[in-house]
């Protein structure tokens, strides 16, 4: 079993920053990619960055030069460091675990339970 859990949401000004973690923890030898997405009310899931265990990366375009997002894999921890935030950033935040290969040598995707942003104007 392998679980992920995201910190660092909250509520910020127009403009503001704020810093997501998400930490993997259980039972597998290895992360493919690791990423952020994000669901607005009444919108669907959509994605705002991932990273690779190698360290490539991808952004929507509406984050890219605003978002970054880093990876520490001897931590399973990955983190997006988010600038000049806007109200329709305003979202709950949803981690994910990409082709986790697990101890039961299977391959998994496994997303955590999500953290609020919210963003005033």
């Known amino acids: 079993q392998v679980q992920l859990v995201e910190s660092g949401g909250g509520l910020v000004q127009a403009g503001g920053s704020l810093r997501l973690s998400c930490v993997a923890s259980?039972?597998?030898?290895?992360?493919?990619?690791m990423g952020w997405y994000r669901q607005a009310p009444g919108k669907q899931r959509e994605l705002v960055a991932t990273?690779?265990?190698?360290?490539?990366?991808n952004y929507a375009d509406s984050v890219k030069g605003r978002f970054t997002i880093s990876r520490e894999n001897a931590k399973n921890t990955v983190y997006l460091q988010m600038n000049s935030l806007k109200p329709e950033d305003t979202a709950v935040y949803y981690c994910?675990?990409?082709?986790?290969?697990?101890?039961?040598?299977?391959?998994?995707?496994?997303w955590g339970p999500g953290t609020q942003v919210s963003v005033s104007s």
């Open positions: 990273i690779m265990s190698g360290g490539g990366t």
């Open positions: 259980g039972s597998f030898f290895s992360i493919n990619a």
């Open positions: 994910n675990a990409d082709k986790v290969y697990t101890i039961s040598r299977r391959i998994v995707d496994y």
